[in-house]
């Protein structure tokens, strides 16, 4: 399974950023996929979650209402949009996937990880 992030880079506060998250290697064709992120000297966070089946989503509070996940199947693409960035939100940004359902990949953590992509929220 190989995971691989695009889409990073430097934006002014307000900006907006879409990132790609481009999957292969997975065998079914129903799994779950996250965007995290991890800011220097700060644990990783999650931050929004898909299941490519049937598309429900789950947002952490942080970045609800200004980031939005969504999948293309046939292009085995997931991305973040992200809008009204902050300058908080500067970070390394990772995907991952997990070939359980969401609740399950969310409680027991999910398996594959890419190597990330920088966000860098500045004047």
């Known amino acids: 399974v190989q995971l691989v992030e695009s889409g990073g880079g430097l934006v002014q506060p307000g900006g907006s950023l879409r990132l790609t998250c481009a999957a292969s290697?997975?065998?079914?064709?129903?799994?779950?996929i996250g965007w995290f992120r991890q800011a220097p000297g700060k644990e990783r966070e999650g931050l929004a979650y898909?299941?490519?089946?049937?598309?429900?989503?789950y947002y952490e509070r942080a970045v609800k209402g200004r980031f939005t996940i969504s999948n293309d199947n046939e292009k085995n693409a997931v991305y973040l949009q992200m809008n009204s960035l902050k300058p908080e939100d500067t970070a390394v940004y990772y995907c991952?996937?997990?070939?359980?359902?969401?609740?399950?990949?969310?409680?027991?953590?999910?398996?594959?990880w890419g190597h990330g992509t920088q966000v860098t929220v500045a004047l």
């Open positions: 898909i299941n490519t089946r049937d598309g429900s989503t």
């Open positions: 290697g997975l065998i079914d064709d129903s799994y779950s």
């Open positions: 991952a996937a997990d070939e359980a359902d969401l609740h399950a990949a969310l409680a027991m953590g999910f398996d594959y």
